[in-house]
């Protein structure tokens, strides 16, 4: 057997069960660049900070095209996992929020998490 440390295993399981949730969620689909999207959003949400879609833009994925994350941006906000809300004050500034669906989805990913790492005690 080879001799790989607990963090590696438990992280091996954490994969292997957000595979598993992902391929059993068939509207669950998302590629790279949107993952690191969700994940930059997600981020922001949880630091209490408000996040513009410009700031999404140039932070989510560097080397890919502005117009690349746009586009990912518009298809997040179809699938209903994030949404904007324009500033009060200057109405050419977009807020990139998650959405409860979104929400829903990063806590399954820490339901498996949480799993694969009590599945090493």
């Known amino acids: 057997m080879n001799n790989i440390p607990n963090q590696t295993v438990s992280y091996?399981?954490?994969?292997?069960?957000?595979?598993?949730?992902?391929?059993?969620?068939?509207?669950m689909?998302?590629?790279?660049?949107?993952?690191q999207v969700l994940?930059?959003?997600?981020?922001?949400?949880?630091?209490?900070?408000?996040?513009?879609?410009?700031?999404v833009i140039s932070t989510s994925m560097k080397g890919v095209?502005?117009?690349t994350v746009h586009r990912r941006l518009?298809?997040?906000?179809?699938m209903s996992m994030i949404t904007h809300a324009v500033d009060?004050?200057?109405?050419?500034?977009?807020y990139v929020y998650p959405?409860?669906?979104c929400i829903e989805y990063f806590n399954t990913l820490?339901?498996?998490?949480?799993?694969?790492?009590?599945?090493?005690i």
């Open 39 to 55: 994940q930059t959003v997600m981020i922001s949400w949880c630091a209490n900070t408000h996040l513009t879609v410009t700031d």
């Open 29 to 35: 689909s998302f590629d790279f660049i949107e993952e």
């Open 99 to 101: 959405t409860r669906h």
């Open 88 to 94: 009060e004050i200057d109405t050419r500034i977009k």
């Open 12 to 27: 091996i399981n954490f994969i292997n069960s957000t595979r598993d949730y992902k391929l059993s969620q068939s509207c």
């Open 74 to 78: 518009r298809s997040l906000r179809k």
């Open 110 to 120: 820490a339901a498996c998490f949480n799993h694969s790492v009590t599945a090493l």
């Open 65 to 67: 095209s502005q117009s």
